[in-house]
């Protein structure tokens, strides 16, 4: 059964501080994994995708990782700020079909304080 | 900023009354979805549509309805609705071409039936 579990289900940091989520999957065969962000009461918005070929991408103080062997992926928050305090959500999809059907995680919810 | 718009952000009603929740983008993208939230749960794709007069139900059971009359739109209704409809309903749209391409989401529509 196709799965994403991202670890842990929530996190609570100080300001300044950096921080690492975690996301493991099953989903074969593989296409590509994105790191959503979703703030309390909006929608989800993409911070970074990986495919197969692709060890680690930056965006700003995000930095996410992909081991293809193990399935397992991070998102590294460096000098974290208030702001990213949200919902972090990993969505995994496959090439089992052209659609590319899409498996989510149930998001990791960050608090940081000052 | 993903240019796709939901409407109402917030609706409580009572048992038994239709409602229609509004999504429109004007990213002229061709494919569209329904994704159904609760609170530290994953999302659950419940219907899309990849082109006019194109529609299909997603992987978690629903009552409710869509059409897609206009490549900008794409509303979701429920005839009766239910408590056990309570939750918050996101809707998203990405690129056509493209197998697993970026979800652009809009802000949710939070529905609460009493």
């Known amino acids: 059964k196709n799965q994403v579990e991202q670890s842990p289900q929530s996190l609570i940091i100080l300001e300044g501080k950096n921080c690492t989520l975690q996301c493991n999957y099953t989903v074969s065969p593989f296409s590509n994994l994105r790191w959503y962000k979703q703030d309390t009461g909006r929608g989800p918005v993409s911070l970074t995708i990986m495919t197969f070929s692709e060890n680690t991408k930056s965006n700003g103080r995000y930095t996410a990782t992909l081991d293809a062997d193990t399935k397992q992926s991070s998102l590294h928050i460096t000098a974290s700020q208030l702001s990213d305090s949200a919902s972090y959500i990993c969505v995994v999809s496959d090439r089992g079909s052209t659609l590319g059907r899409l498996y989510f995680g149930r998001g990791t919810q960050l608090t940081v304080w000052p | 900023e993903a240019d796709i718009y939901q409407t109402p952000r917030y609706l409580v009603i009572g048992t038994g009354k239709k409602i229609t929740l509004e999504c429109s983008q004007t990213m002229g993208h061709d494919k569209m979805y329904w994704y159904q939230q609760d609170p530290g749960m994953e999302l659950h794709l419940i219907h899309y549509?990849?082109?006019?007069?194109?529609?299909e139900k997603g992987d978690l059971s629903s009552e409710s309805t869509v059409s897609r009359i206009r490549t900008e739109h794409f509303p979701l209704t429920l005839e009766s609705a239910r408590p056990s409809h309570t939750s918050q309903y996101l809707c998203?749209?990405?690129?056509?071409?493209?197998?697993?391409?970026?979800?652009?989401f809009g802000e949710g529509s939070r529905l609460t039936v009493l």
């Open positions: 549509s990849y082109g006019v007069n194109s529609t």
């Open positions: 998203a749209s990405s690129e056509s071409g493209r197998s697993a391409g970026e979800l652009f």
